[in-house]
């Protein structure tokens, strides 16, 4: 008989099913699975677990859990492709969603259901929706090595759906200046020890680890322009090294206000030297270490924002926001504007700032109007 039913109690059976001989002992080995339920149940389980075997698509359950999977999976297959801050923030995503949960839970065992009541209760446990998408991302990632690995045979992550709610309006979540803020701020911002810096974000939209790897040859004065070609990354120990661009777009030609031109040459001008050990970075410290983007935005950044009298909640990407938000807002294509942030494509652009888009409608509004009425 391939498998049978064995009656425990009212609604308890187990269903046992034979797997063959193992090739090693020549004994017989058997699947042993507690159905919880009624009979009707356990003929179910059984029916599937034959339908499987007969389809070529049966995986033995293994008695690996969840956390020690992951472990495995961090080390030797996300490890050695994903740059170190996204290795990182998948170890934490670990760490503090489910290590101490869903750690201990069977891989075999695990359910879309179960996954699915999971996000839930992180849900109400007020656990922000970005967290449960990068969960997700780690979760359908991982359980996919599970599939190569033979550990599983279907993916349940991929039949769970993660909430699209936002907590709150788009634009209540990306603080921007507007015209007369911004002009406030560029003001300011000239007074600032690497004040230029903030500048420089504002005028060009780039992201702070970008700008803060520029190096002078990077940058062409005479024809205003500048290359995205690396980024700043810190270490968790300590120390810093150079990374190429986050994406594939991210490697660009940006120009330059005039404006922006003439503080560069100034800078450039009176910047002290520094030994042939170090990059010549366009922002540095007095000992010719590039600069921190925390004490960047603890220093300057705070500063800039007291005397300007603008939201002290402003932060490094807001700079980067403000500049994408004031171009679209003043009629810019928005296909250009992805191209000037480094985006992969115009869709991301507009999802980002799609706070901006009932303004433009407008303005094409009135414009038709003007034309036609």
Known sequence: MA?????????????????????????????????????????????????????????????????????????????????????????????????????????????????????????EQKVGIASVKKLHVVLTSSLDQALHWGLLASNPAKSVKVAKVRSGLREDKVRVLNPEEAKRFLEAAQDQHHGLALILALSTGMRPGEYLALLWKDIDLENGRLVVQRSLYRVRKGGWRFEPPKTKGSHRTVTLPAGLVDLLREHQATQPEVGPEMPDLVFRTYTGQPVN???????????????????????????RHSHATLLLQAGVNPKIVAERLGHCSVHLTLDVYSHVIPSMQQEVANKVDGLLF
């Open 3 to 123: 498998g049978q039913i064995i009656k425990r109690s009212e609604r308890t059976w187990i269903v046992r099913v034979f797997l063959g001989r193992d090739p090693r002992t020549g004994k017989r080995k058997y699947l042993n699975k507690t159905v919880h339920g009624t009979k009707k149940d356990a003929q179910a389980y059984l029916n599937g677990v034959l339908r499987d075997q007969d389809l070529g698509r049966f995986v033995e359950p293994t008695k690996l859990r969840l956390d020690a999977f992951l472990a495995r999976w961090l080390e030797e297959v996300a490890r050695p492709k994903l740059r170190e801050s996204t290795f990182n923030g998948y170890s934490d995503v670990v760490r503090l969603y489910v290590r101490d949960s869903i750690g201990s839970q069977l891989l075999s065992e695990l359910t879309p259901f179960k996954l699915q009541s999971y996000y839930a209760k992180l849900s």
């Open 293 to 319: 983007a925390i004490n960047l935005r603890r220093h300057a950044l705070k500063r800039t924002l007291q005397n300007a009298q603008l939201d002290p909640r402003l932060h490094l990407y807001s700079l």
